[in-house]
């Protein structure tokens, strides 16, 4: 085996193994609700969301850290280290595509999944 030959191998792992990543991505998020957070841009947690979720958890960044709770199938921020706590008052997010972003310590924290097929507005 020349060392093309390995290469073109190793690609082809990297490949597959990045394919299955994705399709078990895509499958969580179309069969159940998870929370997406991110620290810094990076996904540092995946927690599915359902009624019987209960966790308090802290998430750090280069800049701070805030405390997340997630019960009866909402999250919220509980406390943070940035000043204007903004993300605090934001409150309880539970549905589908909904976030609470913390600029100034870097973090978000998003609602992904099936979609309860709720109406959010009507416009006329």
């Known amino acids: 085996m020349k060392k093309g030959d390995k290469l073109l191998a190793l690609i082809l792992v990297v490949v597959f193994i990045f394919a299955i990543g994705q399709y078990t991505f895509i499958n969580i ?5 998870a929370i997406i957070i991110r620290s810094d841009g990076e996904i540092v947690q995946q927690i599915p969301l359902n009624e019987t979720t209960e966790i308090i958890t802290t998430i750090k960044s280069k800049e701070g850290a805030v405390t997340v ?4 199938g909402k999250v919220h ?3 943070s280290t940035c000043h204007d706590k903004l993300c605090v008052k934001q409150g309880w997010i539970s549905r589908t595509g ?3 972003v913390c600029l100034p310590n870097r973090i978000s ?3 992904v999944g099936e979609e309860k097929n709720e109406i959010d507005s009507i416009t006329h």
Not at 29 to 33: P, Q, V
Not at 69 to 72: A, E, G, L, S, T
């Open 29 to 33: 998020s179309k069969t159940k609700r």
């Open 69 to 72: 709770q997630i019960k009866n």
């Open 77 to 79: 921020i509980i406390e």
């Open 98 to 100: 909904e976030s609470i």
């Open 109 to 111: 924290i998003s609602i």
